[in-house]
C-alpha cells in the first residue's frame, strides 16, 4: 500500500526551515522515500518582482489571495505526482503550508479567502500529517537573527517575534503540530527536528505532558484568548489497558470535520508516548461499528501561551462541567499554567483522567443505566 507523508516545516523568520528542509530530505531518502518539495510561495513572489511592500506594492490581502492559489496548485501537482510515483514510499515536505497565511491577515480575511475557494479549515488540516514550528532565533538566540540568508526578508528582530507567535498560533489547531525551541545548539535543534520524523514514521516519541483539572470558576474567560480556536470533538477508545490506549476521534471546526487516530502509551513523571495519525471517515466509522460503547463529546479549545501549546478540554457528562487542560511540555524553565487560569489540581499522574479512564468509567455507567443496574 502505497505511503505518503506531508509533512510541513514552518516557523518565524530565521528559524532554521531552510536547513531543516536539507537534513531531513537526506534523512527520509536514505529511509527509502522519494522527496519532493514545496517551496516557499512568499519567497518566489516577492523574488519575482511581486511585493505586499515598497513602490507598486499590491494590497496585503490580495498578496495572499494570490500565495494561497500558487500554494494550493503547488501542493496538488505534488499530490498527484507522488500518486504516480512507482515507488511506494512518498514524502512531501512543504517550505510552510496554507494556514500560515492567517499569520498575515485578520482570521475574517483568510476565512474570505478559503470560502471563495469552497475549502474549509479542516480540509486544509487533512492535507497534512505533521507541522514542524520552528521558533525564529529572534527568541532566545538573537544574536544570531540575521535577514542575510533570504532577500525576501525583511523583518526586524521585534517582528519576527511577532511572526513567530502569529505563526504558531495560525497552526495551533493541528492534531499533530510539534514545536522546536531554541534552548539548544542549533545542531541540536535540527536534530530534534529528525528525531520527530523518525518517530512518525516509526520509532516512539516520548513527550512530557503536564495536565491540570480547573474548575470553570477559577478561569478568567474575560483574559482567555480570543486566538484560541474551538473544536467540537467526538471520541471512542478501541483498545485499552492499564498503560495504553488507543483512541479515534472525529473533530469539527466550523461544522466541518477531520479524523484522527491516536495511540497512548502512559508512563511515569508525566512522560505520554504519542503516535496521531490522520484518518479518512470510512476509518473512523469502520472502527467505530466494532465498538458498542457511548461515543464521549467534548469541546475543546486549542492555544498558544508564552511559546507553548495547550489543549483545554471542556467535558459535559449528566451535567457534572470539568475541564482538563494538557500542555506541551517544550520548555521546562516555563511556567506551568497561563495567567487567566486562578487554580487547579496538577494530574499529571492521575490515570483516572486519561481519556480511556474517562470514557470507560462513563460508558459503563451509561450500560448500567440501561439495564437498569442503577438509577
Same mark, same amino acid.
Given at each position: 500500500?502505497? %505511503?505518503?507523508?506531508?509533512?510541513?516545516?514552518? &516557523?518565524?523568520?530565521?528559524?532554521?526551515?531552510?536547513?531543516?528542509?536539507? +537534513?531531513?530530505?537526506?534523512?527520509?531518502?536514505?529511509?527509502?522515500?522519494?522527496?519532493?518539495?514545496?517551496?516557499?510561495?512568499?519567497?518566489?513572489?516577492?523574488?519575482? /518582482?511581486?511585493?505586499?511592500? /515598497?513602490?507598486?506594492?499590491?494590497? #496585503?490581502?490580495?498578496?495572499?489571495?494570490?500565495?494561497?492559489?500558487?500554494?494550493?496548485?503547488?501542493?496538488?501537482?505534488?499530490?498527484?505526482?507522488?500518486?504516480?510515483?512507482?515507488? %511506494?514510499?512518498?514524502?512531501?515536505?512543504?517550505?510552510?503550508?496554507? #494556514?500560515?497565511?492567517?499569520?498575515?491577515?485578520?482570521?475574517?480575511?483568510?476565512?474570505?479567502?478559503?470560502?471563495?475557494?469552497?475549502? @474549509?479549515?479542516?480540509?486544509?488540516?487533512?492535507?497534512?500529517?505533521?507541522?514542524?514550528?520552528?521558533?525564529?532565533?529572534?527568541?532566545?538566540?538573537?544574536?544570531?537573527?540575521?535577514?542575510?540568508?533570504?532577500?525576501?526578508?525583511?523583518?526586524?528582530? $521585534?517582528?519576527?517575534?511577532?511572526?513567530?507567535?502569529?505563526?504558531?498560533?495560525? !497552526?495551533?489547531?493541528?492534531?499533530?503540530?510539534?514545536?522546536?525551541?531554541?534552548?539548544?545548539?542549533?545542531?541540536?535543534?535540527?536534530?530534534?527536528?529528525?528525531?520527530?520524523?523518525?518517530?512518525?514514521? &516509526?520509532?516512539?516519541?516520548?513527550?512530557?505532558? +503536564?495536565?491540570?483539572?480547573?474548575?470553570?470558576?477559577?478561569?478568567? !474567560?474575560?483574559?482567555? @484568548?480570543?486566538?484560541?480556536?474551538?473544536?467540537?470533538? $467526538? $471520541?471512542?477508545?478501541?483498545?485499552?489497558?492499564?498503560?495504553?490506549?488507543?483512541?479515534?476521534?472525529?473533530?469539527?471546526?466550523?461544522?466541518? @470535520?477531520?479524523?484522527?487516530?491516536?495511540?497512548?502509551?502512559?508512563?511515569?513523571?508525566?512522560?505520554?508516548?504519542?503516535?496521531?495519525?490522520?484518518?479518512? +471517515?470510512?476509518?473512523?466509522?469502520?472502527?467505530?461499528?466494532? =465498538?458498542?460503547?457511548?461515543?464521549?463529546?467534548?469541546?475543546?479549545?486549542?492555544?498558544?501561551?508564552? /511559546?507553548?501549546?495547550?489543549?483545554?478540554?471542556?467535558?459535559?457528562?449528566? /451535567?457534572?462541567?470539568?475541564?482538563?487542560? %494538557?500542555?506541551? =511540555?517544550?520548555?521546562?524553565?516555563?511556567?506551568?499554567?497561563?495567567?487567566?487560569?486562578?487554580?487547579?489540581?496538577?494530574?499529571?499522574?492521575?490515570?483516572?483522567?486519561?481519556?480511556?479512564?474517562?470514557?470507560?468509567?462513563?460508558?459503563?455507567?451509561?450500560?448500567?443505566?440501561?439495564?437498569?443496574?442503577?438509577?
Amino acid at each position: 500500500m502505497k %505511503e505518503i507523508l506531508n509533512i510541513v516545516v514552518t &516557523g518565524g523568520p530565521c528559524g532554521g526551515k531552510t536547513t531543516a528542509l536539507d +537534513e531531513l530530505t537526506k534523512l527520509l531518502r536514505g529511509y527509502g522515500y522519494t522527496v519532493y518539495l514545496v517551496s516557499e510561495v512568499a519567497t518566489e513572489l516577492i523574488n519575482d /518582482g511581486m511585493k505586499p511592500f /515598497g513602490d507598486n506594492k499590491i494590497p #496585503l490581502f490580495d498578496f495572499q489571495s494570490l500565495i494561497f492559489d500558487s500554494q494550493y496548485n503547488k501542493e496538488t501537482i505534488r499530490q498527484m505526482a507522488a500518486l504516480k510515483c512507482p515507488n %511506494e514510499k512518498v514524502a512531501i515536505l512543504y517550505d510552510r503550508g496554507i #494556514l500560515d497565511n492567517r499569520a498575515y491577515i485578520s482570521h475574517d480575511e483568510f476565512a474570505n479567502i478559503i470560502k471563495r475557494r469552497n475549502i @474549509s479549515e479542516a480540509d486544509i488540516i487533512k492535507r497534512y500529517d505533521l507541522v514542524i514550528h520552528l521558533v525564529t532565533a529572534a527568541i532566545g538566540k538573537d544574536e544570531y537573527y540575521t535577514t542575510l540568508n533570504n532577500s525576501a526578508r525583511t523583518e526586524t528582530k $521585534e517582528e519576527a517575534r511577532m511572526m513567530d507567535k502569529k505563526t504558531m498560533e495560525a !497552526w495551533q489547531n493541528h492534531p499533530n503540530l510539534k514545536i522546536v525551541s531554541n534552548d539548544t545548539l542549533f545542531d541540536e535543534k535540527i536534530e530534534k527536528v529528525k528525531n520527530i520524523i523518525r518517530a512518525y514514521i &516509526g520509532e516512539e516519541e516520548v513527550i512530557k505532558h +503536564e495536565r491540570y483539572l480547573i474548575k470553570p470558576n477559577d478561569i478568567l !474567560w474575560e483574559k482567555f @484568548s480570543n486566538n484560541a480556536i474551538k473544536e467540537e470533538i $467526538e $471520541e471512542f477508545v478501541l483498545q485499552y489497558d492499564n498503560v495504553c490506549d488507543v483512541v479515534f476521534q472525529k473533530s469539527t471546526i466550523n461544522n466541518s @470535520s477531520y479524523y484522527t487516530c491516536l495511540k497512548n502509551k502512559y508512563e511515569d513523571n508525566g512522560l505520554k508516548t504519542t503516535i496521531c495519525k490522520s484518518i479518512n +471517515e470510512s476509518t473512523y466509522l469502520d472502527n467505530l461499528s466494532m =465498538v458498542k460503547g457511548i461515543l464521549l463529546k467534548k469541546i475543546r479549545y486549542n492555544f498558544i501561551d508564552d /511559546g507553548e501549546r495547550y489543549r483545554m478540554d471542556l467535558y459535559n457528562l449528566d /451535567g457534572d462541567t470539568f475541564i482538563i487542560l %494538557e500542555r506541551d =511540555v517544550t520548555n521546562i524553565s516555563k511556567k506551568n499554567v497561563p495567567y487567566f487560569i486562578k487554580d487547579y489540581l496538577d494530574i499529571t499522574n492521575e490515570r483516572d483522567y486519561n481519556d480511556d479512564s474517562i470514557y470507560i468509567d462513563y460508558n459503563i455507567r451509561k450500560i448500567m443505566e440501561k439495564e437498569k443496574v442503577i438509577k
